[in-house]
């Protein structure tokens, strides 16, 4: 026991020490981890090692390699504009389309890893590129791929199910399904509303319709006798001396700058050249989706696929991807594998479990319920989700078939707990949200999905409490 409690302990003060001198926390926890191994569980560090998460540190590397060569060979730059174009421009209207996108394709079967992994480039250069937080759009992202997690075609819903009816529990996999979308929803609404998505929509309020008359060129409006450039960082062509407005951040959509009323008429909209469609981007985006259509059909591995693409690209395109091996995001690699390491450390030593005893042990069938969905949450947060649910259902077990919860309800209640912390920087799809984020935004972001990820990890197991309850499932 009092391993257990030195291990919890060990955590929080690394947590600590990485919030107030500013150390990347993945290295404290590897320090941590290999003081708990040689100096209080006697295991050697072997036992260390056996706990890093190598399939996270080639996906981590994988992606983003192959993020990295689509970026610098101009690939995301022409996708960007091409779902710029699709909304007409509205800033306000991109984070509910990245997470109409990342939903429906989990509800389709594609793990969320595999959908976060392939959204997560293109819907953050998009947001960089028409002044959306990244904070929101990377949530929406995040929490649109979560919608998806239980659908009965979906790997985490079929395990939930499964592992039910395995036990001889009635399992329902429509209410689960619809449950788990309506809370991510309701979720959505207020990071919306929480990271700039009202700021957004009311800059907006007014603008005419904007004209896209080819990729790559800036829409341009004209409202009385100002013109507006909606593309970020440019203004409209012609523009002579007077006062200008800009309208410019993480809540505006865009860098925009108009001219006075009053002013010298514009000598009209601006004509750069179409942002061109070559072979290059053409090859690089039939891989992207060859890796992405192999991942969800075929099951394999996205680290090594994305991976094996870069490289590929790199052979066939040396010139074109010269500089994307410095895309790689290092500082999150180390931040995300130190901390996972950790916390499958202390799975190993058998933390996890003595903490799921504790809380069996209890007389209450309700505080039961709610240790369970607490502990699904935190270690959800830096673990697999799908190894935590598979862990979690067979624990409450014992209660289930004594009939004091509703089955249902109690599904509900792990799945979700377990799923929406997700959008901590130390889970796998928040970690490759994460680094895909600029580097000079990355900060802003880890501390954004931090503080969220934490709320996520505090209120859920409160509020799915409502499902447990008696009478109501």
């Known amino acids: ?170 399992p329902s996999p429509i209410a689960l399904f619809l449950a788990n979308i309506g809370y991510n929803v309701l979720l959505g609404v207020v990071i919306y509303c929480l990271f700039g998505g009202l700021q957004l929509w009311r800059a907006e309020r007014g603008t005419p319709a904007l004209a896209f008359p080819a990729v790559g060129q800036p829409a341009v409006a004209t409202v009385g006798a100002a013109t507006i450039a909606t593309e970020p960082g440019e203004t409209s062509a012609g523009t002579s001396a007077g006062t200008s407005a800009g309208t410019s951040g993480g809540t ?57 693409a870069a490289v590929i690209l790199m052979v066939v395109a040396p010139k074109s991807s010269a500089g994307a091996a410095k895309r790689i995001a290092w500082d999150v690699v180390l931040l995300i594998c130190g901390v996972v390491t950790y916390v499958g450390l202390l799975n190993e030593i058998g933390t996890i479990k003595f903490v799921g005893d504790a809380a069996n042990s209890l007389g209450s069938p309700l505080a039961t319920a709610f240790l369970i969905c607490l502990i699904g949450a935190v270690v959800s947060a830096f673990a697999s989700s799908a190894g935590i649910i598979a862990v979690l259902i067979p624990l409450a077990m014992p209660f289930l078939l004594s009939g004091q919860i509703s089955v249902t309800g109690m599904a509900i209640a792990v799945a979700i707990s377990a799923t929406v912390v997700d959008s901590t920087p130390f889970s796998t799809i928040g970690a490759v949200v994460l680094s895909n984020a600029d580097a000079e935004d990355r900060d802003y972001t880890y501390r954004g999905f931090l503080s969220w990820g934490a709320l996520m990890v505090v209120t859920a197991p409160v509020l799915t409490m409502a499902f447990v309850l008696p009478g109501l499932l």
Request: with cysteine; glycine share 14%.
């Open 1 to 170: 026991m009092q391993v257990h409690l030195l291990a919890i302990a060990v955590l929080a003060l690394a947590f600590l020490l990485g919030a107030l001198r500013g150390i990347n926390l993945g290295a404290v926890a590897l320090v941590g981890g290999g003081a708990m191994v040689l100096l209080v569980t006697g295991k050697g560090v072997d036992e260390l090692y056996a706990a890093f998460p190598a399939d996270l540190f080639v996906l981590l590397i994988g992606v983003t390699f192959l993020f990295g060569i689509a970026a610098v060979n101009g690939t995301i730059e022409w996708v960007v504009d091409v779902l710029s174009r699709s909304v007409r421009g509205r800033a306000s209207v991109m984070p509910w389309l990245l997470f109409l996108i990342a939903g429906v394709v989990t509800s389709l079967g594609a793990l969320a890893p595999v959908v976060v992994g392939l959204v997560a480039p293109i819907g953050m250069r998009l947001a960089k590129k028409h002044g959306i937080s990244p904070r929101l759009a990377g949530l929406m992202i995040l929490h649109g791929a979560c919608c998806g997690n239980f659908s009965p075609v979906n790997l985490l819903g079929a395990t939930v199910n499964s592992t039910l009816e395995r036990g001889g529990l009635d």
């Open 252 to 308: 505006s959509g865009g860098a925009a700058r108009t001219s006075a009323a009053g002013s010298e008429a514009a000598a009209g909209p601006p004509s750069p050249q179409p942002l061109g469609f070559d072979r290059i981007k053409g090859l690089t985006l039939a891989v992207i989706v060859v890796v992405g259509v192999i991942a969800m059909v075929g099951k394999v591995d996205l680290g090594i696929l994305a991976l094996s």
